[in-house]
């Protein structure tokens, strides 16, 4: 089945850190791939997705590129703010099954000033 | 506002009774998705309809889980005989492509 592994928080940078997440997936066929954010207190957010390989998803000064050969979409900003405090969520659509979303366990992300 | 609406947000209730939880979804959204989260994991998928079907249950959603989807619109996800292990955040989602939108979540806790 469908699967997606993230690195495990918390992650804590001071404001203007580069801030990278791994996340690796299984899947079969040709899955979408997404980053959703959760802000305190907040609901899950879609922050940037890639629909099929190279495709670089991109929002709000974050980046993913979705890479078949490597089963990665590794999260990236080059310069974090403090507002950027979240837990950041990978996950992926498969072809099948109604485009349910499979998630990652999250990674905790604290950006002190 | 025209986001996914959960109600309640909160519930707090004791081991062994019904809970019943309503999800109003984005309108002229065909699919509609139930999701649990619990602290500190990614959420985790339970079930989902297409208009009023239910085409799709977890292994997860044991038989004292229900959900309903009667006129394609709203969705209500009922708990029954609750137990403390059910204590968890309910997230509600719906979609017309790939791109879920979600709801802020009805948080339960069993005492």
């Known amino acids: 089945g469908n699967s997606v592994t993230q690195m495990e928080g918390p992650v804590t940078l001071s404001e203007e850190a580069f801030l990278t997440i791994n996340c690796t997936y299984t899947?079969?066929?040709?899955?979408?791939l997404f980053w959703y954010v959760q802000y305190p207190g907040e609901g899950l957010q879609l922050l940037l997705k890639?629909?099929?390989?190279?495709d670089k998803g991109s929002n709000k000064g974050f980046e993913a590129t979705y890479r078949k050969e490597t089963t990665s979409f590794h999260l990236e900003k080059g310069s974090v703010q403090v507002s950027d405090s979240a837990v950041y969520f990978c996950a992926l659509s498969g072809e099948a099954a109604g485009n349910k979303l499979t998630f990652g366990g999250g990674t905790r992300v604290l950006v002190k000033p | 506002d025209t986001g996914v609406s959960q109600d309640p947000r909160h519930k707090i209730t004791k081991r062994g009774q019904n809970v019943t939880f309503r999800c109003d979804p984005i309108s002229e959204h065909n699919r509609l998705y139930w999701y649990r989260q619990t602290l500190g994991q990614g959420p985790e998928f339970l079930t989902y309809f297409q208009n009023e079907a239910q085409l799709e249950k977890s292994r997860l959603l044991s038989d004292r889980f229900s959900a309903e989807r009667p006129k394609g619109s709203f969705s209500t996800l009922e708990i029954q005989r609750t137990e403390q292990g059910d204590s968890a955040m309910y997230l509600c989602a719906s979609s017309l492509s790939r791109e879920l939108f979600f709801g802020e979540g009805s948080r339960l806790t069993v005492l």
């Open positions: 899947a079969t066929g040709y899955p979408s």
């Open positions: 890639a629909t099929k390989a190279d």
